[in-house]
């Protein structure tokens, strides 16, 4: 009951815009559970299947079968919207209306009394870092600044879930930093975010779960540590010997590599790690750190990729 959304062997079926006769599975089987506070990063490349999850998660279309609540109600309907705030993928603004006129639409519409939406508003943006420019018309404003009010949009009143569909894309580095920071601050006031991305890079660092969906198919689905393959993660230690010894030791021991001053190595497994930090250790030289590198979120998919390929 908790958990804001469960989805159970969610599936949809579109019938091909050209050919009728035709289906396109853009969501096959999925089975998921969304945990409260957390933030869940939903990627795949474009036509995977993001942007259909995230309408039916909404409610906005139907799964052709399977089941998706939302709190413990039916995806869609009113008790179940008036907890979410969504972002979608295009967002469209009127041009001519200012930040704040915008604010006071979208307010009014999740029906919110006019004394709680002057406060919300000023809150809001505030929080997206508007407030100055609360009385310019939006088609003076950035991309990354229209990013923003998209999200003060959708956490006007207050949801304990926001979907949003692809923050980040059109965005410059300094734009992307924003809405990654937005969505951080949100997470720490305790609320559940769901976003999608097709850059792997931007959800890898915010998310707490990840589901990587290819052609509508889970392709994984957990935190990070969990969809990288063991076999993928290396271990690491650096260490250092004194300038006059470093010859004689990179002649004896293959695959030390220099990172700065510093010496390392690599190796596959932790025990592998191990037997060589005693070797260095037993030679009198001091061991800086040690542990594990997991591979990007962008390597896995890649190398997965490479393997079903071959
Ligand atoms: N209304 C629709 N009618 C027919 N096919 C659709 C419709 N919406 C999406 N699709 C198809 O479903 C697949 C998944 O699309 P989408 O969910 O938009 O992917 P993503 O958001 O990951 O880019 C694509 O093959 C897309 O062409
Ligand atoms: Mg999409």
Known sequence: ?????????????????????????????????????????????????????????????????????LFGKEAGSPEALQHIG?????????????????LTYFGSLSGMSSKNLATAKERVLKKVGLYNDKDRPLRTFSKGMLQRIGIAQAIIHDPELIILDEPMSGLDPAGRREVKELILELKKQGKSVVLSSHILSDIEILSDRILVLTKGKVESWGTLKEIIPTSSVQWIFSFDVPDSEKDALFAEIKDIKMDGAQLSIVKQSKQEMNETIKDILSRGYDVYSAGPVYPTLEEIVFEKKEVNNA
């Open 1 to 69: 009951m908790d958990n804001p959304i469960v989805l159970q062997n969610v599936s949809k079926l579109f019938t091909h815009p050209m050919k009728i006769w035709q289906k396109v599975e853009a969501v096959s089987n999925l089975s998921i559970t969304i945990r409260k506070g957390e933030i869940t990063g939903i990627v795949g490349h474009n036509g995977a299947g993001k942007t259909t999850t995230l309408k039916m998660i909404m409610g906005f279309i139907r799964p052709t079968s399977g089941t998706i609540s």
């Open 86 to 102: 969504f972002l979608p993928e295009h967002p469209y603004f009127y041009s001519h209306l200012t930040a704040w006129e915008i």
